[in-house]
């Protein structure tokens, strides 16, 4: 079946730190993938995303790289920010079925300090 | 992209009651989702919403608990029924945008239900 394995939080970070939060994936065929964000109090919003295998993802100074090979899709950020103080989600989603529909990994929580 | 608003944004409700959850779409979608966040926890799917049809349930989740209604493309509600303590979730609505596996999910900004 489908499932997302994400790197437990919390995460605490300096400003300026670099950041890396792990994602691995078990799928059937070439799922998308994908990170969401979860500012506290706020429903998720799309971070990124991939499509297929090399696919790099990137926005707001973060990046993922869609690994086939290591079934991976890390989050990166180089140097992060107080504001970036969120949960984090990795999702897949695979063709089949009628659903459409997203798995989710458990979340991570970063908590950026100044 | 697609503007997603539901109501209530959060409620306290006593145990034994129903809460219904609204979720309106700015634009037409075929399918719609709602979710389960508990508490430090991942998002569950609860139940894929189609206009026209019955809802299609997750394992362990079941219609007497969560009935849905999908009255037309832009609208629907999910109901959490006879509520516990153990019902206190965010309850989240999305939807797909159109294209497949390659399309992202927009949601709403969830109800945060308290059962007391």
């Known amino acids: 079946g489908n499932s997302v394995t994400q790197m437990e939080g919390p995460v605490t970070l300096s400003e300026e730190a670099f950041l890396t939060i792990n994602c691995t994936y078990t799928?059937?065929?070439?799922?998308?993938l994908f990170w969401y964000v979860q500012y506290p109090g706020e429903g998720l919003q799309l971070l990124l995303k991939?499509?297929?295998?090399?696919d790099k993802g990137s926005n707001k100074g973060f990046e993922a790289t869609y690994r086939k090979e290591t079934t991976s899709f890390h989050l990166e950020k180089g140097s992060v920010q107080v504001s970036d103080s969120a949960v984090y989600f990795c999702a897949l989603k695979n063709y089949g079925g009628a659903t459409n529909k997203l798995i989710f990994g458990t979340g991570t929580l970063l908590a950026v300090q100044p | 992209s697609a503007v997603i608003s539901q109501k209530p944004s959060r409620d306290i409700c006593q145990r034994g009651t129903s809460l219904t959850i609204q979720c309106q779409v700015d634009?037409?979608?075929?399918?719609m989702f709602w979710y389960r966040q508990q508490p430090g926890q991942s998002l569950t799917l609860i139940a894929t919403?189609?206009?026209?049809?019955?809802?299609?349930?997750e394992s362990g989740f079941v219609i007497d608990k969560f009935p849905i209604s999908r009255p037309n493309l832009t609208f629907s509600t999910l109901t959490v029924s006879n509520m516990s303590p153990e019902d206190s979730s965010i309850y989240l609505c999305?939807?797909?945008?159109?294209?497949?596996?390659?399309?992202?999910?927009?949601f709403g900004q969830g109800t945060r239900l308290t059962v007391v």
């Open positions: 799928a059937t065929g070439y799922p998308s």
């Open positions: 999305s939807v797909s945008g159109q294209g497949g596996t390659n399309t992202e999910a927009f």
């Open positions: 919403a189609n206009q026209g049809s019955e809802a299609t349930y």
């Open positions: 634009s037409q979608v075929t399918m």
């Open positions: 991939a499509t297929k295998a090399d």
